[in-house]
């Protein structure tokens, strides 16, 4: 299981480095040819958009065909898509990329995911696996954009040509061709029946279960934290006359937060309780919000950064651990896309809303308002509870 797990991170990495290579290379190539902002906003948003349509699909796909067959549609895909960037680098073509490579990203994460939480024997296998197979995004996020920034400053043979951006998409392309190497001899799990007599389902149906619903609530709350905040400290610190360099600093040592915690999640799994680290993770979430507008020095916000890394960075194992418990083994491809899909959604409004509410009451009272409502969710995230029987899930 160790070694099958270590095949899916890694190519969990190559695959979503591409998608995160490709989120740089794009926008800076559409600056360089002249967009508005305007337009590489919507560019970026694209690459949440497809997620948004095609999670629910993808999802019901695996839940049929297991692991390899959704990974191979998705890494063709990615591949394509990069590669048409490369071949034809003008703002139609790097949108199609964005729409591809965000949602064969989308499409790989939940077969993995699914494949990963059947592969778990017990709560405690649940949490620990999910806290490793979450390092990967926050890894690629790093591989992906370092990997392009250096193509296109170091492989352009002149100033002004897109020869260093068709090197970094070029190497993007390639990166998922690793992601099939490793998984294709991962072992399939044999697939999981429906129940004799029952009739057909659609997503929503999983929302009438009463612990499904305010797992979706504390969910979305959550993440409209990791948005608030990745959109509120560039604002915050270009008030206050940062650099870009230091704001970035604020915003990686929020990441480096995340990704050490959920280092130290497999550690002490077997002594944490779903609700009560997500109950806990909401009440100091909101804390850290209500002081965050009064820290005036980069230090004391990298401070607050790096708890909310570690409150914000806890919640992802402890949510899919308790979907898998509480989904039915033949739907959890279908309930990990009914939660891609609404991450997604949300990525794609908030930021908008976020900038509209925060032009009128100010970024400060933004960050008090959010606060507000993440502390109203921890009652609903202390309700969250698993079933306390271990079981098998995979057979």
């Given amino acids: 299981m160790r070694r099958a797990l270590t095949r899916l991170i890694a190519g969990h990495v190559c695959l979503h480095s591409c998608m995160a290579g490709t989120r740089l290379a794009a926008p800076l190539l559409a600056l360089h040819q002249g967009y508005s902002p305007l337009a590489v906003g919507v560019l970026l948003a694209l690459f949440s958009l497809t997620q948004v349509f095609l999670a629910l699909p993808a999802g019901r796909f695996a839940d049929r065909h297991g692991l390899r067959r959704p990974v191979r549609w998705a890494v063709v895909a990615a ?131 009463p612990m499904m619903r305010r797992l979706m609530l504390v969910n979305w709350f959550l993440s409209s934290c990791w948005d608030v905040h990745s959109f509120v400290v560039p604002v915050l610190g270009h008030e206050r006359g940062l650099s870009a360099s230091v704001i970035g600093t604020i915003l990686g040592s929020f990441a480096i937060a995340a990704a050490v915690v959920r280092l130290l999640i497999p550690a002490f799994a077997a002594r944490l309780r779903e609700h009560v680290v997500l109950s806990s993770a909401m009440v100091l979430t909101a804390l850290v919000f209500a002081v965050y507008p009064y820290m005036q020095t980069p230090l004391t916000m990298g401070v607050c950064s790096v708890l909310l890394g570690i409150t914000l960075g806890s919640v992802q194992p402890m949510i899919m651990s308790t979907l898998h418990q509480i989904t039915p083994p033949e739907r959890h491809g279908e309930a990990l896309g009914f939660r891609l899909m609404a991450i997604n959604a949300s990525s794609v409004v908030m930021p908008m809303l976020f900038g509209s509410v925060g032009t009128v009451i100010g970024v400060s009272a933004l960050f008090w308002c959010v606060g507000l409502v993440v502390a109203a969710g921890a009652r609903p995230a202390w309700l969250v509870r698993a079933p306390t029987t271990a079981r098998k899930t995979h057979g």
């Fill in 79 to 209: 591949i394509v898509g990069a590669a048409l960037a490369m071949v034809f680098p003008v703002f139609a073509v790097l949108c199609v990329s964005a729409l591809m490579t965000g949602g064969a990203t989308g499409a790989a994460s939940i077969a993995l995911q699914r494949h990963v939480g059947r592969a778990a024997g017990n709560a405690t296998e649940l949490k620990r696996v999910f806290s490793w197979l979450a390092i990967g995004p926050a890894a690629s996020n790093f591989v992906g954009p370092f990997a392009a920034g250096l193509l296109i400053d170091h492989a352009g043979s002149a100033a002004g040509d897109a020869t260093g951006y068709r090197a970094a998409f070029l190497l993007m392309a390639l990166l998922p061709l690793a992601t099939w190497l490793l998984v294709r001899s991962v072992k399939e799990f044999p697939p999981v029946a429906a129940p004799r007599g029952a009739g057909p389902t659609k997503a929503w149906h999983l929302l009438r279960e």
